[in-house]
């Protein structure tokens, strides 16, 4: 008989597991908690590694058509006067697209062999000697072999089989926000940045729709909001920016009109082990290395690989199959991790700091930079070794 999973969460990391595990003939289910796939989000990139994952699950071309590419990078004044620029291609690896053109993308190719589940949450997971049973906040019970959670920073299952989020979630002390505005800067495929103390702002253009991204990076040693208050959320932000100068009070006007706010923390989610039992971790849910490391989606879609990859080739021994992809993503994992730590020079938090950053992007030489922003980025991207399942 086909062994059923049962996958939590469907934006990266979900959907492409789907992929895998279908193809090695599992019967796969994933609940998605939204009424629908989620809107909004950062552009991520592939490099390294993930390249190679998309181009054994062949979809390389299905990317490239929506491919974001960002071009030019710059740091500027409150005048939009040029500061700094980064070097070209330092965010999009070698292919880059939004988060939600990626997820479409996984899903349209997982959807008719995985069954979704919109509009639903694990209520409950009880296991056995053979198998889990399953109930969903709906009211439905059904059984499985195995739970994944590719339910993202913030995850349920990880709540549910493992303890509360404090115990794994290690705050960095900064807060993002991202949504779509009209590119009233007329960025094209180009991003703007501007800084003040504790808090940065940004926009750039995403050239597939003609519209841009508003982005805010600021420190803050806790807040108390609700997750699911976006109206609470977006106050806090404005109350942040209220006197921030540059292009942020006309970005914070068109807030109310973006189809796809999206607030959170930056949060790194640190664990001994992601699996328990027939319950494992994946993607955000088992390792969230934070958007400032840039490998979030890198991690989610190797991780992916190497599960399912491990699932089949171990048969129903999924103990030595958890163990094996956790041995084959930590080093990944914990590079990542550390990579998140350059925000404290991307937000500073004390004046020296903000001189001194200032003066670091406007005088490190172009070499310099690339060897920091592409190229140790390249080699961490390239961690794991792709075995053949
Ligand atoms: C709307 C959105 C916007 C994002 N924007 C950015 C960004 O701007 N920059 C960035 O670097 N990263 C962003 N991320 C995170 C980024 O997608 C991940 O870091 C990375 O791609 C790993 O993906 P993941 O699938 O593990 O987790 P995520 O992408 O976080 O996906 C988790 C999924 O699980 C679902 N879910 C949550 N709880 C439940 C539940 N109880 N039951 C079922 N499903 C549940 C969520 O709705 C979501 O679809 C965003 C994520 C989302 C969901």
Redesign the pocket.
């Known amino acids: 008989m086909k062994k059923r999973v049962l996958i ?7 959907p ?1 597991l789907a992929f895998w595990l279908s193809r090695y003939g599992f019967e796969v289910t994933v ?4 009424p629908a ?6 552009a ?1 990139d592939f490099r390294g590694t993930a390249m190679c994952v998309l181009e054994r699950m062949g979809l390389v071309d299905a990317v490239k058509e929506h491919e974001t590419r960002t071009g030019s990078i710059t740091m500027v004044d409150k005048n939009n006067r040029l500061e700094a620029k980064m070097p070209d291609g330092f965010t999009s690896g070698d292919l880059e697209i939004l ?2 053109d ?2 479409k993308v996984l899903y349209e190719v997982t959807r008719h062999d995985a069954e979704y589940v919109f509009d ?3 209520f409950e997971i009880v296991e056995d000697c053979d198998g889990v049973d399953v109930s969903f906040v709906s009211g439905a019970n059904r059984r499985f072999d195995y739970v994944v959670g ?8 990880r709540s549910i089989a493992f303890g509360k989020e404090s115990d794994f979630a290690h705050p960095m002390g900064y807060y ?1 926000a ?1 949504y779509t505005v009209p590119d009233f800067l007329h960025l094209g495929d180009a991003g703007r940045y501007y800084v003040e103390l504790g808090k940065r702002v940004g926009c750039f253009g995403t050239p597939n729709d003609g519209k841009a ?1 508003a ?1 805010f990076y600021f420190a803050s040693k806790g807040l108390d909001y609700d997750r699911r208050d976006v109206a609470s959320q977006k106050k806090l932000l404005r109350d942040t920016y209220a006197d921030v100068a540059w292009e942020t009070q006309r970005m914070l006007e068109m807030m109310d009109d973006a189809p ?1 706010f ?1 607030f ?1 923390s930056l949060s790194q989610v640190r664990m001994k082990s992601w699996s328990k039992g027939r319950v494992v971790l ?4 088992a390792a ?4 400032m490391s ?1 490998m ?2 890198s ?2 879609m190797v991780g992916a690989y190497v599960l399912a990859g491990e699932l089949h080739a171990n048969g129903g021994d999924y103990a030595t199959a958890f163990s094996r992809y956790e041995v084959a993503m930590r080093p990944f994992v914990t590079e990542a991790q550390k990579m998140a730590e350059g925000v404290s020079w991307f937000v500073p938090q004390t004046r020296l700091k903000l001189w001194f950053s200032k003066k670091m992007w406007s005088l490190m030489p172009q070499s310099t930079m690339r060897k920091l922003m592409i190229d140790q980025p390249n080699q961490v991207a390239s961690t794991v070794k792709l075995k053949d399942y």
């Open positions: 939590s969460g469907a934006s990266i990391a979900g492409a609940i998605e908690r939204a796939l989620r809107p909004g989000g950062y991520v988060r939600s990626l997820s639903d949450s694990i590719a339910d993202g920073l913030h995850s349920n299952v993002i991202i991204k982005s796809d999206y959170d994946l993607g955000d849910a969230c290395p934070t958007p840039g979030g989606t991690i989610a």
